[in-house]
């Protein structure tokens, strides 16, 4: 079976669940990369592709993407089509030939209803795409709450979609361990949305009140000269450590050394550094606004669940992280160890192997989705 996926581009994450899933029996895996110049994510390039990797040449102009991806068509001759969403010019495309083309399809999704206001208009939109769309492979619970909502039948849904290599990050060897359980770990872009000014503040609490651990910030982003100025005229600036982007080689030591995860989006559809932190044995503090937070945060489990815009929730969960005393440790590690396991590269591929064989088996196709894509592509931005 020929399975083409599409992506912005491919990153490390991508490229180990694509990896995985070419070593299943009878798959035959494609990718298109239709923006390989994006530079949104600080990702190296040295990556081994082990699977067929389709580059679109000219995103901005939608005859060079219907032109090439007739070609990609003819080329890969895919059986099922996995597409990326909805929002992207490409997906619209590729919506449209799965219905004309008659080639099943699969939605990948980790939206959830409540990241956004929703327009009515809107929804009903995608609730017409979806009536031509055979499977989805969705995050975890929010996300697959949200198909739902949109009329799409639960067992044609599928997950888990957000998985990193759980074995790079547990496995990762630490030749000394000096500074090991010092620091308080925030690992993500220095965005609005990503609450680092929170972090700290409820940081400079938690130190206000006699807290002993370090607080260490892992990012870039457009926030970051107003979160070093913060960090510059805070009475703990000697407790803050800032350390820009780190490729995933350099990331995995961070969260060896580290004695907990905290991650305080006041919005985001999922959250695969909280994956990665897990993978890595750490007690997470997760803001109950991350998509993950449902579905791998047990409180006092794996770890804590917060309100991001509660400065003094998050500082005495700083407090109970520290205090954790070795007993229990042990235990939220064991705990932590089952929870990630069901999350990673192998039940990806079964995952999507067992959606890929549904929908080539119980194909989905609709001519008001196939007209409706089409004018989208064409008409809408």
């Not at 192998?346 to 008001?368: R, W």
């Amino acid at each position: 079976m020929n399975l083409l996926i599409t992506t912005e581009r491919i990153g490390p994450y991508h490229n180990s669940r694509y990896k995985s899933l070419s070593h299943q029996k009878d798959l035959d895996i494609g990718v298109i990369q239709f923006n390989p110049q994006s530079n949104r994510y600080l990702w190296g390039d040295s990556l081994d592709h082990i699977y067929k990797v389709f580059n679109i040449k000219n995103y901005s102009s939608k005859i060079e993407i219907k032109n090439q991806i007739n070609k990609i068509l003819e080329i890969f001759k895919p059986n099922v089509l996995i597409i990326e969403g909805w929002d992207q010019e490409i997906s619209k495309y590729l919506i449209f030939l799965s219905n004309q083309l008659k080639i099943p399809s699969i939605i990948l999704s980790d939206s959830r209803y409540k990241s956004r206001k929703r327009n009515i208009f809107k929804e009903l939109i995608k609730i017409i795409l979806l009536r031509g769309i055979s499977c989805a492979f969705v995050a975890g619970t929010e996300s697959k709450e949200y198909l739902i909502k949109l009329k799409f039948k639960m067992e044609n849904i599928f997950e888990p979609y957000d998985v990193v290599d759980n074995d790079y990050f547990s496995n990762y060897p630490i030749e000394k361990k000096i500074s090991e359980g010092k620091y308080i770990l925030s690992v993500s872009r220095f965005s609005h949305e990503k609450n680092i000014i929170r972090i700290i503040k409820a940081f400079e609490i938690y130190k206000k009140s006699g807290g002993k651990l370090e607080l260490l910030l892992v990012g870039s982003g457009p926030e970051e000269g107003l979160i070093n100025n913060h960090i510059s005229n805070s009475k703990y600036r000697n407790s803050i450590h800032i350390r820009p982007w780190q490729q995933l080689n350099e990331l995995a030591y961070y969260y060896k050394i580290a004695k907990v995860f905290v991650f305080a989006s006041t919005n985001d559809t999922w959250g695969l550094v909280v994956n990665e932190a897990l993978a890595s044995g750490l007690v997470c503090l997760v803001s109950r606004e991350c998509g993950c937070c449902t579905d791998l945060i047990e409180d006092g489990l794996t770890g804590w669940g917060f309100d991001p815009y509660n400065l003094n929730q998050l500082s005495n969960l700083f407090h109970k992280s520290e205090k954790i005393d070795p007993n229990q440790l042990k235990i939220m590690k064991k705990n932590i160890k089952c929870k990630i396991k069901k999350y990673n590269l192998e039940k990806f591929s079964e995952g999507v192997k067992k959606a890929s064989l549904k929908a080539f088996k119980y194909p989905k196709f609709s001519k008001i989705t196939q007209i409706t894509a089409l004018i989208l592509f064409w008409f809408h931005r």
